[in-house]
Nanobody, 132 residues
Framework: QVQVVESGGGLVQPGGSLRLSCAAS????????VGWFRQAPGKEREAVAC????????YYADAVKGRFTISAGNGSNAVYLQMNTLEPEDTAIYYC?????????????????????????WGPGTQVTVSS
Protein backbone atom coordinates (compact mmCIF):
# COMPACT_ATOMS: atom_id res chain seq x y z
CA GLN A 1 0.00 0.00 0.00
CA VAL A 2 1.42 3.35 -1.04
CA GLN A 3 1.43 6.14 1.52
CA VAL A 4 2.45 9.72 0.92
CA VAL A 5 3.04 12.08 3.82
CA GLU A 6 3.99 15.74 3.80
CA SER A 7 5.68 17.66 6.60
CA GLY A 8 7.34 21.00 7.22
CA GLY A 9 4.43 23.39 6.91
CA GLY A 10 3.84 26.22 9.35
CA LEU A 11 3.52 29.94 9.87
CA VAL A 12 6.18 32.21 8.38
CA GLN A 13 6.52 35.93 7.85
CA PRO A 14 6.59 37.40 4.33
CA GLY A 15 10.07 37.09 2.88
CA GLY A 16 10.79 34.01 4.98
CA SER A 17 11.53 30.43 3.99
CA LEU A 18 10.15 26.97 4.61
CA ARG A 19 11.22 23.52 3.49
CA LEU A 20 8.51 20.96 2.86
CA SER A 21 9.27 17.26 2.85
CA CYS A 22 7.41 14.45 1.14
CA ALA A 23 7.96 10.85 2.16
CA ALA A 24 6.60 7.96 0.14
CA SER A 25 6.39 4.39 1.40
CA UNK A 26 5.38 1.30 -0.52
CA UNK A 27 6.21 2.88 -3.86
CA UNK A 28 8.66 0.88 -5.99
CA UNK A 29 8.46 2.18 -9.55
CA UNK A 30 11.73 3.53 -10.96
CA UNK A 31 9.86 5.83 -13.31
CA UNK A 32 7.78 8.33 -11.44
CA UNK A 33 6.96 11.97 -11.17
CA VAL A 34 6.59 13.65 -7.81
CA GLY A 35 4.61 16.84 -7.76
CA TRP A 36 3.67 19.53 -5.31
CA PHE A 37 0.27 21.13 -5.61
CA ARG A 38 -1.38 23.75 -3.44
CA GLN A 39 -4.90 24.89 -2.70
CA ALA A 40 -5.77 28.23 -1.18
CA PRO A 41 -9.18 28.93 0.39
CA GLY A 42 -11.79 29.44 -2.29
CA LYS A 43 -9.41 28.54 -5.10
CA GLU A 44 -8.77 25.47 -7.20
CA ARG A 45 -5.83 23.19 -6.51
CA GLU A 46 -2.90 24.25 -8.66
CA ALA A 47 0.41 22.68 -9.61
CA VAL A 48 3.51 24.20 -8.06
CA ALA A 49 6.47 22.01 -9.04
CA CYS A 50 7.37 18.55 -10.28
CA UNK A 51 10.46 16.36 -10.44
CA UNK A 52 11.04 13.27 -12.53
CA UNK A 53 12.67 10.58 -10.42
CA UNK A 54 14.54 8.89 -13.25
CA UNK A 55 16.34 11.95 -14.66
CA UNK A 56 15.77 14.73 -12.09
CA UNK A 57 14.08 16.98 -14.63
CA UNK A 58 12.18 19.71 -12.81
CA TYR A 59 9.23 21.90 -13.70
CA TYR A 60 7.81 24.97 -11.97
CA ALA A 61 4.73 27.13 -12.12
CA ASP A 62 5.45 30.68 -13.23
CA ALA A 63 4.28 32.02 -9.85
CA VAL A 64 7.09 30.24 -7.98
CA LYS A 65 9.98 30.19 -10.47
CA GLY A 66 13.13 31.55 -8.92
CA ARG A 67 11.72 31.22 -5.39
CA PHE A 68 10.92 27.52 -4.98
CA THR A 69 13.23 24.56 -5.59
CA ILE A 70 12.15 20.93 -5.80
CA SER A 71 14.71 18.20 -5.16
CA ALA A 72 14.91 14.49 -4.49
CA GLY A 73 16.66 12.82 -1.59
CA ASN A 74 19.63 10.67 -2.52
CA GLY A 75 18.74 7.00 -2.32
CA SER A 76 15.46 7.61 -0.56
CA ASN A 77 11.85 8.05 -1.55
CA ALA A 78 11.89 11.62 -0.31
CA VAL A 79 11.25 14.84 -2.17
CA TYR A 80 11.70 18.34 -0.85
CA LEU A 81 10.28 21.73 -1.73
CA GLN A 82 12.48 24.61 -0.61
CA MET A 83 10.38 27.76 -0.56
CA ASN A 84 12.14 31.10 -0.30
CA THR A 85 10.96 34.70 -0.38
CA LEU A 86 7.48 33.59 0.62
CA GLU A 87 4.55 35.87 -0.07
CA PRO A 88 1.08 35.99 1.51
CA GLU A 89 -0.23 34.66 -1.83
CA ASP A 90 1.68 31.43 -1.14
CA THR A 91 -0.64 30.66 1.77
CA ALA A 92 -2.32 27.35 1.02
CA ILE A 93 -2.46 23.68 1.86
CA TYR A 94 0.42 22.02 0.03
CA TYR A 95 -0.02 18.49 -1.27
CA CYS A 96 2.60 16.03 -2.42
CA UNK A 97 1.62 13.55 -5.11
CA UNK A 98 3.29 10.69 -6.95
CA UNK A 99 2.51 9.25 -10.34
CA UNK A 100 3.86 6.23 -12.15
CA UNK A 101 5.15 7.14 -15.58
CA UNK A 102 4.78 4.83 -18.53
CA UNK A 103 6.83 5.60 -21.63
CA UNK A 104 4.21 7.94 -23.08
CA UNK A 105 3.94 9.95 -19.87
CA UNK A 106 7.73 10.14 -19.55
CA UNK A 107 7.96 11.64 -23.03
CA UNK A 108 5.12 14.08 -22.39
CA UNK A 109 5.88 15.05 -18.80
CA UNK A 110 6.75 18.66 -19.66
CA UNK A 111 3.23 19.04 -21.04
CA UNK A 112 1.28 17.04 -18.46
CA UNK A 113 2.99 17.65 -15.12
CA UNK A 114 0.39 20.23 -14.10
CA UNK A 115 -2.51 17.85 -14.66
CA UNK A 116 -4.04 16.00 -11.73
CA UNK A 117 -4.49 12.91 -13.88
CA UNK A 118 -0.73 12.46 -14.18
CA UNK A 119 -0.55 11.40 -10.53
CA UNK A 120 -1.81 8.34 -8.66
CA UNK A 121 -1.27 8.90 -4.95
CA TRP A 122 -1.78 11.98 -2.81
CA GLY A 123 -0.78 12.97 0.69
CA PRO A 124 -3.19 14.62 3.15
CA GLY A 125 -1.48 18.01 2.81
CA THR A 126 0.39 20.42 5.06
CA GLN A 127 -0.67 23.98 5.82
CA VAL A 128 1.61 26.87 4.88
CA THR A 129 0.63 30.30 6.15
CA VAL A 130 2.55 33.41 5.18
CA SER A 131 1.54 36.32 7.38
CA SER A 132 3.01 39.07 9.49
Amino acid sequence: QVQVVESGGGLVQPGGSLRLSCAASGFTSAYAAVGWFRQAPGKEREAVACISWSDDMTYYADAVKGRFTISAGNGSNAVYLQMNTLEPEDTAIYYCTIGRLNLQKRLQLSAIWESWSTYDYWGPGTQVTVSS
